[in-house]
């Protein structure tokens, strides 16, 4: 044989040989304790139309190949730094697949998407809010759609990966950092951003309904990865975590969906809510065949579930007083969360045999870990046997209250009159310390406690309320400032050129039934007291070493 017919040959070998080795796989398994590997990798998947799942622990791996089909080509897509199962394709091996690869990723949600070439649609949602990339799934598949899991640090390595492709669509959805939206503007992007997670799940699920029309939604609030809420076949519709949020309700009664399907028992109360509030049918799907291999009639088993990452939402009673000095019902929240919470009571007495409904009109802003006193003017007679039913909705913002705290409570009585009597007679904003400098005075012969809130913020694209955590004490009859932290940019500060203060204030640390609450203009300070000092202390050293050394020349010279 010739030495070019070896030659040709060779070269053909060597390109033919990746296609006989390679293995088109038709079924996807992610390996990671990480649920944005986990939701990359099922979205990676569902977009390639390829069956898949994913570990929940490590005991796990066994029993999930017990229900896949032993002609699979399995491919693993693994944590290189948090898998469930270390070479997990031998113990697939060993199970009698016939093919199995792993993949090793260390961000998913960035190194998968190299593998979709053909994808020009993007959807891009907070890292920090799990809820969202649930919501947004259905939309991505049915559009051809990768959605990124973007926080400030990724922006610029998905700004480039998207700058490499031709983009021919780009959706900014819920809450983003000023830094991701200001990154992505030259992508002429869409924005659903109505400040409420649930007007956001709204407008994804019309989106979907255009393009694929159906009567059945499924029911979910976000909080967890199961395979058919990934799967993308029907919209995700939000039904709040205990109670249904109005716009939730209100959207099913006008709309043409007819059937829902719940995923998961944990959130029963709030599908029978729905049910019985709107007419439509609720299907709960809690449970599935069992997989385990054991002798007689396998019990079912509970779904596969991967949390991920939800805000921790938790509200207390402190306490519940009548004061029979004040004629008023004191009612103490104390919130155990990491994030700024709305709450609105209704709450019903029992007394002398009679009942009384007091409640609040409007939601009430309280700050993560802190107190907040809601006050009821209530002329009561007897005093003997009071009770009460407190029934509060609470939630992220003023218009998703979807969680519940109900409790029965004995009424305490006081008789108590609060002499604190407050003013803020300044608030600054300092720019490089970044915080909000807020003077009040007690103008009271005894010491005051405060909490402060600023209302209505304009910080980037988005306006809020933000407060102390934490109330300060005042001594009597002096002032103290107060420091509330906030970035804010220099575009910032026209738009807040006043602002409107809120102070709690009373003699007790934690009961502060009275309110001062005014709008006051923002004055802008560049630099701390303490930076002051320093500069000034400097030029003092400067100026002393000058006379020194003009001292020390005049007796060199002899002056």
């Known amino acids: 044989m010739g030495k070019k017919k070896i030659l040709l040959i060779f070269v053909f070998a060597l390109i033919l040989i990746p296609f006989i080795s390679a293995v088109e796989f038709n079924h996807v398994i992610s390996n990671s304790e990480n649920w944005q590997d986990v939701y990359s990798t099922m979205h990676y998947a569902n977009l390639q139309e390829i069956e898949n799942d994913f570990l929940t622990s490590v005991n796990h791996g066994q ?45 998913a949600n960035l190194e998968l998407i190299e593998e979709l070439d053909k994808i020009k649609n993007f959807i891009i949602v907070d890292d920090s809010y799990g809820y969202n990339a649930i919501a947004v799934t259905p939309y991505a598949l049915i559009t051809n759609s990768w959605v990124f899991l973007a926080n400030k640090h990724n922006i610029n390595e998905i700004d480039k990966i998207l700058s490499n492709r031709k983009t021919e669509k780009v959706i900014l959805y819920g809450y983003l950092d000023r830094e991701i939206r200001d990154t992505l503007e030259k992508y002429n992007p869409e924005t659903i951003n109505n400040k409420d997670k649930f007007e956001d799940n709204i407008q994804i699920v019309e989106k979907f309904l255009k393009l694929k029309n159906t009567k059945q939604v499924l029911l979910t609030n976000g909080a967890f990865i199961e395979k058919e809420i990934i799967g993308g076949k029907e919209p995700i519709l939000f039904t709040g975590n205990e109670n249904v949020p109005d716009q939730i309700r209100d959207y099913l009664k006008n709309s043409e969906i007819e059937i829902g399907v719940l995923i998961g028992n944990e959130l029963m109360s709030a599908a029978t809510n729905i049910r019985r ?260 202390v400097i030029l003092i050293i400067i100026g002393l070493l000058f006379l020194y050394k003009k001292a020390k020349k005049d007796e060199d010279e002899g002056y």
């Open 63 to 107: 029993l999930l190949l017990n229900g896949i089909s032993k002609s699979k080509s399995i491919q693993v897509i693994t944590s290189k730094d948090k898998p469930f199962v270390f070479n997990y394709p031998s113990m697939i091996l060993t199970e009698g697949f016939e093919n199995a690869e792993e993949i090793e990723v260390k961000e």
């Open 277 to 536: 509030s709107t007419g439509i049918s609720v299907m709960v799907k809690f449970a599935r065949g069992a997989r385990s291999e054991n002798d007689g009639i396998s019990a079912v088993e509970g779904l596969d579930l991967f949390p991920v990452p939800t805000p921790i939402l938790e509200l207390e009673i402190e306490s519940i007083k009548y004061n029979t000095m004040m004629d008023q019902l004191e009612l103490t929240y104390k919130s155990n969360a990491n994030l700024p919470m709305y709450l609105k009571g209704t709450i019903t007495i029992i007394a002398d045999g009679e009942t009384i409904r007091l409640g609040d009109s409007d939601p009430i802003f309280i700050t993560p870990g802190g107190y907040k006193t809601t006050i009821y003017s209530l002329e009561l007679n007897d005093f003997n046997d009071l009770s009460a039913n407190v029934y509060t909705i609470f939630g992220e913002t003023d218009s998703s209250l979807d969680y519940v705290l109900q409790e029965d409570r004995i009424i305490d009585t006081i008789d108590i009159i609060d002499r604190c009597e407050i003013e803020i007679t300044s608030i600054k904003y300092n720019k490089q310390s970044k915080e909000f400098l807020i003077n009040v005075k007690n103008k009271a012969d005894v010491s005051c406690w405060t909490t402060l809130e600023i209302e209505d913020l304009e910080v980037g694209y988005e306006e809020k309320t933000i407060g102390t955590e934490e109330p300060t004490r005042i001594s009597k009859k002096s002032s103290r400032k107060i420091i509330i932290q906030e970035e804010l940019l220099e575009e910032d500060f026209e738009s807040n050129s006043f602002i409107n203060v809120v102070a709690h204030y009373g003699e007790r640390q934690t009961s502060l039934i009275k309110i001062f609450s005014g709008r006051f203009e923002l004055k802008i300070t560049i630099l701390t007291t303490l930076t002051y000092l320093i500069i000034l």
